[in-house]
């Protein structure tokens, strides 16, 4: 069955510091995976997407993932963070099963300390 | 582009009573998603259109709940005699049906079954 998994419900850090967010896959077909962000009182929207052209994917704000197949990854990192960037994020995979069908993790709270 | 709207808001009803919400995608967007999302967990995915026709719907949604999108504009989804357990935002999303597929969210409605 297809699945993702987030580690780590929330993750604290400091203004500056790396943030690396984590995000495992399992499926039986080469997914397309997607991270979306969901901010205070906000509809989700995307960060970024893996569409098989490249392994490292970049996104809005400053953020990236690597795709991995052989640790079947998919982690989100920013070099810095910033105070902005507080908010949920998910992480999601597509998969065609005759229609399409997303399946996000449980999501991951980000809070970025002063 | 006004983006994904969906009313109402906010929905308050007593258990066994009969709701209705409404979607309204992005323009000439072909596709369109159902999600429930409680709290501390992702989307979880309820159905998805292709234009007007219903392509995949989980089997977690029991035969209370059923959506449609007439005429492959806005969608509505239905929840018959509703349960405390169907409490939970319901998101709505669309996307213009290039794989991989970005959606684009609404803000959700709320619903809280007493």
């Known amino acids: 069955a297809q699945s993702v998994t987030q580690l780590g419900s929330h993750v604290s850090v400091s203004e500056g510091a790396l943030v690396l967010l984590r995000c495992n896959y399992s499926s039986s077909v080469p997914p397309y995976l997607f991270w979306y962000v969901q901010y205070p009182n906000q509809g989700l929207q995307l960060l970024l997407k893996y569409t098989s052209a490249a392994t490292l994917v970049k996104g809005i704000n400053g953020f990236e993932a690597e795709f991995k197949k052989s640790e079947t990854s998919f982690h989100l990192t920013k070099p810095s963070a910033h105070m902005s960037d507080a908010a949920e994020y998910f992480c999601?995979?597509?998969?065609?099963?005759?229609?399409?069908?997303?399946?996000f993790g449980a999501g991951t709270r980000l809070f970025v300390k002063a | 582009d006004t983006g994904v709207s969906q009313n109402p808001r906010h929905k308050i009803t007593k258990r066994g009573q009969n709701v209705t919400f409404r979607c309204d995608p992005i323009?000439?967007?072909?596709?369109l998603y159902w999600y429930r999302q409680t709290l501390g967990q992702g989307p979880e995915f309820l159905t998805y259109?292709?234009?007007?026709?219903?392509?995949?719907k989980s089997r977690l949604l029991s035969d209370r709940f059923s959506a449609e999108r007439p005429k492959g504009s806005f969608s509505t989804l239905e929840i018959q005699r509703t349960e405390q357990g169907d409490s939970a935002m319901y998101l709505c999303?669309?996307?213009?049906?290039?794989?991989?597929?970005?959606?684009?969210f609404g803000p959700g409605t709320r619903l809280t079954v007493l």
């Open positions: 323009s000439e967007h072909n596709r």
């Open positions: 999303a669309s996307s213009p049906g290039r794989v991989p597929d970005t959606q684009y």
């Open positions: 259109f292709q234009n007007e026709a219903q392509l995949e």
């Open positions: 999601a995979v597509m998969l065609y099963t005759g229609g399409f069908k997303t399946i």
